[in-house]
């Protein structure tokens, strides 16, 4: 018997009863599954990495031209949120650089921000890129350039 399922009797005819046990087992082999498998591919939580969102990071960070900037921003608003001149101040980056940066990070959900027009807004790192930083991780020490 599986944990998800717990033995609960349920008030449904024996067929659906036994549909319902089945989704029960098929979710919990999936759960247990993803939080064995290969590390890349998991979170820090050992969920599962979407292959889409790991491909956007690649796009973001490996394959443009500002990679190595936006790497740098994402780096820094890791340890702790700021706003663009923080940040530019820190990374001896032009603001206006790192306003198209963060708006870029921001368009593609790996920055969030409480008010992107107020002048000193602060940016964080958005929680699907939190949940997935390793993936970050791994992608940077693959390039090796920043």
């Known amino acids: ?16 009863d036994n549909i319902i046990k089945h989704l029960f087992a098929s979710l919990y082999s999936k759960i247990h599954t993803s939080k064995r498998g290969d590390p890349d591919k998991s979170g820090p939580g050992g969920g599962y990495i979407d292959p889409r969102f790991k491909r956007v990071l690649w796009y973001l ?11 740098k921003i994402l780096k820094a608003l890791s340890e702790r949120p700021a706003n663009p001149n923080q940040l530019s101040t820190v990374l001896k980056l032009d603001y206006k650089t790192v306003l198209h940066h963060l708006k870029v990070l921001s368009e593609n ?12 807004a602060a940016y964080f790192l958005s929680p699907l890129m939190e949940n997935n930083y390793g993936s970050f991780r791994a992608i940077l020490e693959r390039i090796k350039d920043i």
């Open 1 to 16: 018997m599986h944990p998800l399922y717990c033995g609960l009797e349920l008030p449904f005819s024996p067929l659906l």
């Open 61 to 71: 960070i490996g394959s443009t031209k500002g990679g190595a900037n936006r790497a």
């Open 109 to 120: 959900g790996l920055v969030i921000t409480d008010d992107k027009d107020k002048y000193g």
